[in-house]
C-alpha cells in the first residue's frame, strides 16, 4: 500500500509540472517584424527559433519542460539583444527599442530578476564614472567642487565591482544566476599574502570555489570566458621564457578539478583545444593533445568523434615528424617537387583569399619573406581558394613572390587533407629532409625560430 501511495504522489507531482515555458515580451517601439531566440553553449550561439512581432512590439517563444537551464539570447535588431535565463520558470520581460538594457523590467521571473539587478548595477556604476569624469572636466584645477567631484569619482572607482556580485550568490545560493556569477569572481587574497605573491595566490587557488558538478554551466559563456582569463593571467604572472610550462601545471591543475564530473571535463577539454588552436603556444598544444586529447579519444568512443581529428591532424606534422611530399604540377620544366627545393628550409603555408587573419598576417611574412636568402628560406603557400581570379589577383596585387600553388578546390584540397589542415592560415618549417622542424603562429615567431637555426634575416 505505501509503494502504491508514493507512486500516486509522483505521477500527481508530474502531472502538475508544466508541459511548457512561455517567454513572453513586449518591446515598445519596436521597427523590426521578427524576433530571434537563441542558445548558448559556451561562448557559441544557436538559434532555436523566430516569432512574428505584432504591432504592439509583443511576441513568445515556447521551451518545453525538458529545455536545459542556462542562458539565452534574445536577438531584435541588428544591434538590439538582451541576454536572460530560462531555468524552468515561466518569463515575461517588456523593454524599449532603443535602450534594451536601460528600459529592460522583469515582470515574471525571479532568475532574471536577479541577473538585471547584477546588470543595472554595473550600468549604473559606469555610468556614474562617466558622469562625474565629464563634471570634473568642466571645471578648472583647484576649483573646490572640482575637488570634491574628483573625491567621488575616486569612491566610485575603488568601490567593490563584485560587491552585489557576492550579495547574489550569499542570498539566493540555489539560483542559476548565483552559479552564472560564481564565475565572475576571484579568488579573495587573504591579507597576510605578499603583494608581489597575490597573482601567484589567484592562480594557485583559481578554481577552488567552483563546482564542476553543474553540467548546466555548458549552457553559458562564464565558464569559457573564466578558462580564457585563467591562462591570460600566467601572462602577468610568469616571465616569457617560462610561460608555457607554467601553462602546463595550469591545465593540470583545471582538468583535476573538473575530472569530478565526465560530461564537464569533456566540455571544458574541447573548449581549450578550440582556444589553444589558435593561440600562439605550440608546446603547450602539444602538451594537451598528447596528454589528453589522445587519451580522451582512445578510451572514450562518446569523445572519439570530438577528439580523434585534431590528435590526428597534429600527429601528421609534429615536430620532428617527416611530412608527405608535395608534388605541384608546372606548365614547363616538369613538376616542383618539396624535398627538392634547394633552400635550407621550406615554410610549407596555408592560406586562402576569404580568410581575414590571413589577409592580415601575409603582407608581414612577406616583409620577412624579403630579408631572407633564397638559400636559407623558400616559401610554399597553398591556397584553399577555388576562385581563380581572385586568388591570382592576391598575388599580383601584394607582391607574393614565392612558390604559389592551389588546386582550386577550397577545403578539398588534398595537400590540406594530407597534412591534417584545420584552419587557416598555418605555417609548417621543415629542412631539406622534410623533417618540421616548428609550426610558428606568426611571422614574428618564425623569425624568432631563424635565428634559433643560425639564419639571421637582414635589417
Known amino acids: 500500500m505505501k509503494r502504491t501511495g508514493l507512486l500516486l504522489l509522483l505521477i500527481t507531482l508530474y502531472l502538475q509540472l508544466p508541459a511548457q515555458y512561455i517567454i513572453r515580451v513586449k518591446v515598445d517601439s519596436m521597427s523590426t517584424r521578427k524576433a530571434y531566440l537563441f542558445e548558448y553553449i559556451g561562448i557559441r550561439t544557436n538559434m532555436l527559433d523566430s516569432a512574428r512581432v505584432d504591432a504592439s512590439g509583443s511576441f513568445s517563444f515556447t521551451l518545453t519542460a ?98 552585489i556580485t557576492r550579495e547574489i550568490i550569499r542570498d539566493y545560493p540555489a539560483s542559476y544566476a548565483a552559479r552564472f556569477l560564481e564565475m565572475e569572481l576571484n579568488p579573495r587574497v587573504p591579507a597576510d599574502v605578499p603583494a608581489l605573491k597575490e597573482l601567484d595566490y589567484v592562480l594557485e587557488h583559481f578554481w577552488d570555489d567552483i563546482s564542476f558538478q553543474d553540467t548546466s554551466m555548458m549552457y553559458n559563456p562564464g565558464l569559457p570566458n573564466r578558462i580564457r582569463l585563467y591562462f591570460n593571467l600566467f601572462q602577468r604572472a610568469v616571465p616569457p621564457g617560462d610561460l608555457e610550462e607554467a601553462m602546463k601545471k595550469g591545465l593540470d591543475r583545471l582538468m583535476s578539478a573538473a575530472a569530478v564530473n565526465d560530461v564537464l571535463f569533456d566540455f571544458i577539454l574541447q573548449d581549450i583545444a578550440d582556444w589553444a588552436e589558435r593561440m600562439e603556444y605550440e608546446s603547450f598544444f602539444s602538451y594537451l593533445t598528447e596528454f589528453y586529447l589522445a587519451q580522451a579519444s582512445c578510451t572514450d568512443e562518446k569523445r572519439q568523434g570530438k577528439f580523434s581529428d585534431i590528435v590526428e591532424s597534429y600527429k601528421k606534422t609534429a615536430p620532428g615528424t617527416t611530412v608527405q611530399e608535395i608534388v605541384v604540377p608546372r606548365d614547363q620544366d616538369g613538376a616542383l617537387i618539396l624535398s627538392e627545393i634547394p633552400s635550407r628550409y621550406v615554410l610549407i603555408l596555408f592560406w586562402a583569399t576569404w580568410c581575414p587573419h590571413c589577409t592580415e598576417m601575409l603582407p608581414k611574412l612577406k616583409l620577412l619573406y624579403d630579408r631572407c636568402k633564397r638559400q636559407d628560406l623558400e616559401i610554399l603557400a597553398i591556397s584553399l581558394d577555388n576562385d581563380k581570379a581572385k586568388w591570382q589577383e592576391a598575388i599580383r596585387q601584394n607582391g607574393y613572390n614565392w612558390i604559389n600553388h592551389s588546386e582550386l578546390k577550397g577545403w578539398d584540397c588534398s595537400i590540406a587533407y594530407d597534412y591534417g589542415i584545420r584552419a587557416t592560415p598555418t605555417m609548417i618549417l621543415v629542412d631539406k629532409t622534410r623533417t618540421v622542424i616548428g609550426k610558428p603562429r606568426n611571422p614574428e615567431l618564425l623569425e624568432q625560430k631563424l635565428k634559433e637555426l643560425g639564419i639571421e634575416p637582414t635589417k
Open 66 to 163: 525538458g529545455a536545459h537551464p542556462g542562458l539565452y539570447r534574445i536577438v531584435v535588431g541588428p544591434e538590439q539583444f538582451w541576454d536572460f535565463i530560462f531555468n524552468r520558470e515561466q518569463v515575461r520581460m517588456q523593454t524599449h527599442f532603443n535602450a534594451i538594457i536601460d528600459s529592460l523590467k522583469i515582470l515574471e521571473s525571479a532568475e532574471n530578476r536577479l541577473l538585471n539587478r547584477y546588470m543595472q548595477y554595473y550600468i549604473g556604476l559606469n555610468r556614474k564614472a562617466e558622469a562625474l569624469q565629464r563634471l570634473a572636466g568642466l571645471y578648472p584645477d583647484g576649483d573646490p567642487f572640482r575637488d570634491q567631484v574628483i573625491r567621488e569619482l575616486q569612491k566610485v572607482r575603488l568601490s567593490d565591482p563584485e560587491t
